[in-house]
């Protein structure tokens, strides 16, 4: 049995199809909803890409749209709701429409399968995340099966974490990275790029360790192909992805490859001025890694470390594997290593067990660490984890939502006292271009060659200035006037500028 035949399961009220058959007699916009994290809009990247060189094209009308994609998240509660709904508002459409194609597709098509087709009926396919290489030919098959009023319900799905030998459910995940479509990335000069998929800590509140499956590592010899062929696409900035990047490690041609040994390849790039990875788990921020991004003068001064919570206690029940003791001690490295390097975090409020005791240990936290900024969470109870199983959810709604509050007021008062730091100094900005408040200004503002940009610091900062647009994709130095919490306002100097008058400014990253 072939690997997709194994991990594709039929609903059995449906009827099969000969995937020769394609039908052409339908419009071919594509809509796709995204939600959750950079994987996931990784993922919606890839997918369009390979269904425009296919012919289709995206619209972000809902209604005109013949094929309609969801990508979806599991991580908290909230997140599929928001998708079960927008669901719920296509019922009527496909009624009206019977040739509209609706796929689900990523972490909650994993963890709820079957379920999706029962809550949604219109539904056509679920589609995991290690099976998005089928998300064609499933659309072609429902097509047919529409065309001659049946209607298939395709489940592509990858293993439990439990239903078979370690080999056959990493065998059923597959990474997916086919060589991608220049006009369909966000940005001209930004990529991601996968660098592993899945995760083995299975901290006890988290779904992704199913939803993805197992942590498997691609291989050097073709991550850095795919970034040889993006620079030469015009891509500056490349921001390595992983649920664990730190944890990469692939053994090729007898060598072991850890992800400082791949940050020294990349940076070889021609082409490529920034390399970025997200996210890293503090037991595995090893001294070489410190040191490579020290040595690399490519590598960003910024590492998303997420600490979960101040207390041990609490840091105990997740099974994170660490103590408040033990980030203390990688923070300390982190700053002697890379003086300057900033450190964000996530944290997770409203834990069962948290009292008001630990809570306070996570806002002591966020002033010892100081973190460039932190996405708070409230718990949410996600069924099939160790959480779910051991504790009750028993913090009220009312106490998260406080605790929460707390700590992103306290955070914002620290990101905004550190970004002032920043004042007088000059920093080296990779524009991204126009800022967002600038391109919702813009219908009503007068033509000028400057308009305000925006793009980001070698610490990952963000910073607004007033120039010209030509220089998305350049790298500029500006000099930083005022702050906010999350962003560094400033104003351009030009480097000739600076060679003529001599005028040096204190250079930050
Ligand atoms: N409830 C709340 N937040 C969660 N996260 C992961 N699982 C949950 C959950 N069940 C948060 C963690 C993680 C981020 C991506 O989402 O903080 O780092
Ligand atoms: Fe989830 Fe923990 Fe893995 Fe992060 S490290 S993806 S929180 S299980």
């Known amino acids: 049995m072939s690997q997709s035949e194994e991990i594709t399961q039929q609903d059995p009220e449906s009827v099969q199809t000969d995937s020769a058959d394609v039908v052409t007699d339908h419009n071919h916009k594509l809509y796709i909803e995204t939600v959750g994290c950079q994987m996931n809009m990784l993922d919606s990247e890839l997918v369009v890409a390979d269904l425009r060189k296919r012919g289709y094209e995206l619209t972000?009308?809902?209604?005109?749209?013949?094929?309609?994609?969801?990508?979806?998240c599991s991580v908290r509660e909230h997140a599929e709701h928001k998708i079960y709904s927008s669901l719920g508002r296509l019922r009527y459409g496909?009624?009206?429409?019977?040739?509209?194609?609706?796929?689900?597709?990523?972490?909650?098509?994993?963890?709820?399968?079957?379920?999706?087709?029962q809550k949604a009926p219109q539904v056509d396919f679920v589609v995991g995340t290690g099976q998005l290489a089928q998300v064609a030919e499933l659309i072609d098959k429902a097509r047919v099966n529409h065309s001659q009023n049946r209607r298939s319900r395709e489940l592509a799905v990858g293993l439990g974490r439990k239903d078979g030998k370690r080999e056959e459910i990493t065998n059923s995940f597959q990474s997916?990275?086919?060589?991608?479509?220049?006009?369909?990335?966000?940005?001209?000069?930004?990529?991601f790029v996968r660098i592993m998929i899945g995760c083995d800590k299975f901290c006890s509140y988290c779904v992704v360790p199913s939803t993805r499956g197992p942590e498997q590592s691609r291989g050097p010899r073709e991550i850095l192909s795919e970034v040889k062929v993006l620079a030469d696409q015009g891509v500056k900035e490349v921001t390595l992805l992983g649920q664990t990047v730190n944890s990469y490690k692939h053994t090729q041609d007898g060598k072991l490859y850890r992800l400082s040994d791949l940050l020294y390849l990349i940076h070889d790039v021609e082409g490529i001025d920034r390399i970025k990875f997200v996210t890293s788990y503090p037991k595995d921020m090893t001294n070489d890694l410190l040191e490579a991004i020290r040595d690399l003068p490519k590598a960003t001064r910024y590492l998303h470390v997420p600490l979960q919570h101040g207390c041990d206690d609490v840091l105990k029940y997740m099974k994170r594997g660490y103590t408040v003791e033990d980030y203390r001690d990688m923070m300390h490295r982190i700053n002697e290593i890379l003086p300057g390097c900033s450190v964000s975090s996530d944290f997770i409020v409203g834990h069962p067990g948290e009292t008001e005791e630990s809570h306070q240990k996570s806002l002591e936290s966020i002033r010892e660490f100081r973190f460039k900024n932190s996405f708070i969470f409230k718990y949410s109870e996600r069924p099939g984890?160790?959480?779910?199983?051991?504790?009750?959810?028993?913090?009220?709604?009312?106490?998260?939502?406080?605790?929460?509050?707390?700590?992103l007021d306290l955070q914002n008062e620290i990101s905004e006292a550190d970004n002032a730091e920043f004042i007088g100094r000059?920093?080296?900005?990779?524009?991204?271009?126009?800022?967002?408040?600038?391109?919702?200004?813009?219908?009503?503002?007068?033509?000028?060659?400057?308009?305000?940009l925006m793009g980001r610091s070698k610490c990952d900062r963000i910073v607004v200035f007033d120039g010209n647009p030509r220089l998305a994709g350049s790298l500029a130095d500006v000099e930083v006037i005022d702050v906010t919490p999350t962003t560094l306002i400033g104003n351009i100097i030009t480097r000739e500028y600076q060679h003529q008058s001599g005028a040096s400014l204190p250079i930050l990253q």
């Open 176 to 191: 997916y990275d086919p060589l991608r479509d220049p006009e369909m990335r966000p940005s001209p000069y930004q990529a």
């Open 385 to 407: 984890t160790k959480a779910a199983e051991r504790f009750e959810d028993d913090i009220p709604e009312e106490i998260k939502k406080r605790r929460n509050n707390e700590m």
């Open 426 to 452: 000059q920093v080296e900005v990779l524009v991204e271009g126009p800022s967002k408040s600038a391109l919702k200004a813009s219908d009503n503002s007068a033509d000028s060659l400057a308009e305000q």
């Open 60 to 72: 972000q009308n809902v209604k005109e749209a013949e094929t309609v994609l969801f990508n979806t």
């Open 94 to 117: 496909a009624r009206k429409n019977p040739k509209k194609v609706i796929g689900v597709m990523g972490c909650m098509a994993q963890k709820d399968q079957k379920l999706i087709f």
